[in-house]
Structure formats: structure tokens, C-alpha cells
């Protein structure tokens, strides 16, 4: 494999520049083109949809999840909604669907090897995608078992499903919150399959670092994040919820980026996470795959972003991070791959600070008097002939709400000695 992209920009001169960047990553014994993965879902359910997927430029396809479970395999329609008509922009709900249609057997003869064949096509790496029956160790190893001998490159074990667990017991995400479980399931289908094996972990877990820990003790070879949570909604027209006649659904969206960040860093910071991590959540642009590379990510993945505005998302977004790495200098992912994971402090460890420590300056030739920072909750300051001043300092808590508000960045949070603590 070509493990650089060379591209040849045209110069205003009409002359052809010619730049090199590598966005290729290896990990597993795997080498993926570009960082830029379609994760398990509707968008790779089939040889067509993961075909799209490789055209669109993804680096590798995770299909949708297969399982032996016979009630996850029927769902109620709708199944996949958005609420941007209720003014969530950037948000999917995806339930009942929770599974491919094909029973194991008839996805591991018919299905995956045509999925296998696509990817190789376009040098991309195909990931099978499977959940066993709950805590049934035999049942993940035949699924794993099947996939493999029908020529599965990669498995991803899906420890994460938001709702499969109403249906059929330690299943997705009630697996995915025991260590134990989660160890004991990842260390059975390691024994038993050659094939390098990922766990994909449950946003629904707020101590996740140690199940990836757990998985990385048993032997996965990288750790995916995340799914999402379950949500509902209520439609007040209808005087309903929304999405009916499913209750409960998987919800997630660019909201959803935050909290998988933070998420991210904690697993990237255990120690005992010794095996690479791809994923995140939320991801609509470049700017927000590289923020999980910055934290550590080897590579990201994508899918209610993909379903909202196509499958040429993906090139969009290896464009995107081509131009960040040319613009900054940077030749090689691996230069700033968890990068600024050190500057990332435990609350223990913050500066005691007292009212008064730090409090807030206004660049008066800056600001335009737009009033947005009149809303300070201590009265700090006022409009007076058309611009924002601290009238009352004594009073600034030195929180930052105001500077975070300003659009003109006239503002800054400045320590006694002058330092400036934090500015835009
Ligand atoms: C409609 C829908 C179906 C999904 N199906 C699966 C699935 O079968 N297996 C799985 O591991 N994740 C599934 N996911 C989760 C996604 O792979 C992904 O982890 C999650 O949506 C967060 O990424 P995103 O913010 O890019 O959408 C599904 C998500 C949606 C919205």
C-alpha cells in the first residue's frame, strides 16, 4: 500500500505544487489508508451501502452489527429520525433497527464476502461488526468463529448497543458497563480467532477506561468509542412521543462530541489501555476528528453525520485534515496523535484560586457594544457611551462567561500580575 497521499495543488500561477502528507495509519497489523472510518449502522448494511462508503473515502467500513439473536433482527418502522424539526440540529435517533436482517449464517455465506470483495476493490479494510447472545461465551465464539472462516479481516465486538438489553439480557451497552463480562467475552473470542479483534465501548459508562482496560487485558487489539445513550421525545402537536411505536432510542448527535471527548481523553489516559483506539462521537467535520487525534485516537468514525449529509463526507473530511496538517507543518499523524493529552490536568491538581486571583479585561478596541456581556450574573459591567467596561472589578469572580460570549474577542481573563490566564 501507498503509504503516502501525493497531491498536486494547483498554485495561483497555474503551476502544480506537489504535497505530501501522511494520513495513513497502521495499528493491528492493519494499514488504512486514511483515519476516517464509517462506523457500524445503516450506512454499511450491505455490499451497496458499504460500497458508497469506500467511493465516499472512507479508510475502513464497520458494517452493521450481526447477531445470532433472533429478536434483535425485527424492528418497528420508523426506525431512523432526526430532530432537527424540533430544533435540534446535528441529531439522530436510531432504534428498533438494531440489527442486520441476516441471520449469521446467511451474512457469513452471502453477505460478507461480497463486503470483503468491495473493500479490497478500493483498498479498504472491512471490520465485521458482531454481538453474541448476552454473556454466552460459546455463542460469541461461533459468531466469531463463522466470520472468520468466511474471510472477515477484522471483528469488532459490539459491547455498546444502547437498547438491545430491553430485548435479550446483557447484551450492547449492560455488557459493555461490567468489566468482567466485558474482559471475559473479548479474552474467549481472542483465544479462539486469529484475526485481529476490536470492543467497542458504551458511551453509557462513566468509569469506560477500565472495561477498555479489561478488553485491552484480554487480549482485544483496539478499542472503539462510542455509542450513543437512549433518549425519547415528546411531540406536543401530536400530543405523543415522538417516533412511536418505539419508545426508547438510541440518541446521538453532534451534542454528543463533548462529553465523548472527555470520555476519550480518560481512556486514553489509563495506563493499563496499552492497544490503539479509533472513533469518537459527533464527528460532522474535520475539526472535530482531529480533537479525538489530538487526544490519542489513531483513527475516527462516523455515522449519523454520514446519514445526514452523504457518503462523500468522508473525503470532505480527509481533505479537511490534510489541509490542517499542510497549513501547520505537519507531515505525519503520529506528530500530534494525543498530543495534548499531558496538557490535560485533574481537577486535584488546578490552581487554588480566590475571588479576586483573576478577573477580566476588556479590549475597548475591540468591542462594538453588542451587550451580550451585560448578562454578567455579579453586575461587573455596564454599556457606557456604546462600549462594554468593568465598572465594577471588585465585584468579577474572574469566571469567564462573558469572554467566552464575546464574538468580537475584546475580552480576557487576565491574573493580578497582569498574565493573561485565558484569551481567544
Ligand atoms: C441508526 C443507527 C444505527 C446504528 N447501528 C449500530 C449497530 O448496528 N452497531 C453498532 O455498533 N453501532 C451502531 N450505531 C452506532 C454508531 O455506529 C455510532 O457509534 C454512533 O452513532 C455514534 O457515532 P456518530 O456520532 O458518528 O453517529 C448506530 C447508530 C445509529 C444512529
Known amino acids: 500500500m501507498n503509504t503516502f497521499t501525493t497531491r498536486f495543488v494547483p498554485l495561483q500561477s497555474g503551476r502544480m505544487e506537489q504535497k505530501m502528507s501522511d494520513i495513513s495509519v497502521r495499528f493491528a497489523g492493519l494499514e488504512f489508508k486514511n483515519p476516517v472510518f464509517a462506523s457500524s449502522g445503516p450506512i454499511s448494511d450491505s455490499p451497496d451501502t458499504v460500497e458508497k462508503c ?17 429478536q434483535l433482527r425485527v424492528y418497528p418502522r420508523p426506525h431512523d429520525l432526526s430532530l432537527e424539526k424540533f430544533g435540534l440540529d446535528r441529531t439522530g435517533l436510531g432504534c428498533g433497527k438494531l440489527f442486520a436482517d441476516e441471520a449469521p449464517e446467511i451474512w457469513a455465506k452471502e453477505v460478507l464476502p461480497r ?18 447472545d448476552g454473556k454466552n461465551i460459546d455463542s460469541w465464539i461461533s459468531l466469531a468463529q ?42 474467549a473470542v481472542r483465544k479462539h480467532v486469529k484475526i485481529p479483534i476490536f470492543t467497542k465501548m458504551t458511551s453509557r459508562c462513566e468509569d469506560v477506561d477500565q472495561v477498555a ?67 469518537g462521537t459527533g464527528i460532522w467535520n474535520a475539526d472535530d476528528a482531529l480533537r479525538f487525534i489530538l487526544l490519542g485516537n489513531h483513527a475516527v468514525q462516523l455515522q449519523i453525520a454520514v446519514m445526514e449529509l452523504g457518503y462523500d463526507l468522508f473525503k470532505q473530511i480527509t481533505d479537511g485534515i490534510e489541509q490542517y ?36 479585561s ?63
Open 362 to 424: 476588556i479590549d475597548e478596541e475591540r468591542c462594538i457594544g453588542c451587550e451580550r456581556c451585560k448578562c454578567c450574573m455579579w453586575g461587573v459591567i455596564e454599556i457606557q457611551n456604546g462600549l462594554a467596561k468593568a465598572v465594577n472589578i471588585d465585584r468579577c469572580h474572574g469566571c469567564g462567561w462573558c469572554m467566552s460570549l464575546c464574538e468580537q474577542n475584546a475580552m480576557r481573563v487576565i491574573e493580578k500580575s497582569g498574565e493573561v490566564r485565558m484569551q481567544f
Open 146 to 187: 463463522m466470520m472468520e472462516e468466511n474471510g472477515a479481516p477484522a471483528l469488532e465486538l459490539n459491547f455498546s448497543c444502547p437498547h438491545s438489553s430491553a430485548v435479550a439480557q446483557m447484551t450492547g451497552a449492560q455488557l459493555g458497563m461490567d468489566p468482567v463480562a466485558a474482559h471475559d467475552v473479548a479474552a
Open 213 to 279: 482496560a479489561a478488553c485491552a487485558a484480554a487480549g482485544a487489539d483496539g478499542i472503539s468509542v462510542f455509542n450513543n445513550p437512549v433518549g425519547l421525545w415528546v411531540d406536543l402537536e401530536n400530543l405523543s412521543y415522538f417516533g412511536q411505536p418505539a419508545s426508547a432510542w438510541g440518541y446521538g448527535g453532534a451534542f454528543m462530541q463533548p462529553m465523548a471527548l472527555y470520555k476519550t481523553a480518560k481512556v486514553h489516559q489509563n495506563p493499563n489501555v496499552t492497544v490503539p483506539v479509533y472513533g
Open 54 to 70: 469506500c467511493k465516499g473515502g472512507a479508510g475502513a467500513v464497520i458494517c452493521k452489527t450481526v447477531t445470532p439473536i433472533p
Open 115 to 132: 463486503c470483503v470483495e468491495v473493500c479490497a476493490k478500493y483498498d479498504v479494510v472491512f471490520i465485521q461488526s458482531i454481538l453474541g
Open 325 to 360: 496538517m499542510d497549513r501547520k507543518g505537519i507531515a505525519d499523524l503520529a506528530e500530534i496523535r494525543g498530543s495534548i493529552l499531558p496538557k490535560l490536568v485533574s481537577n486535584r491538581d488546578l490552581p487554588p484560586d480566590k475571588k479576586g486571583d483573576v478577573v477580566i
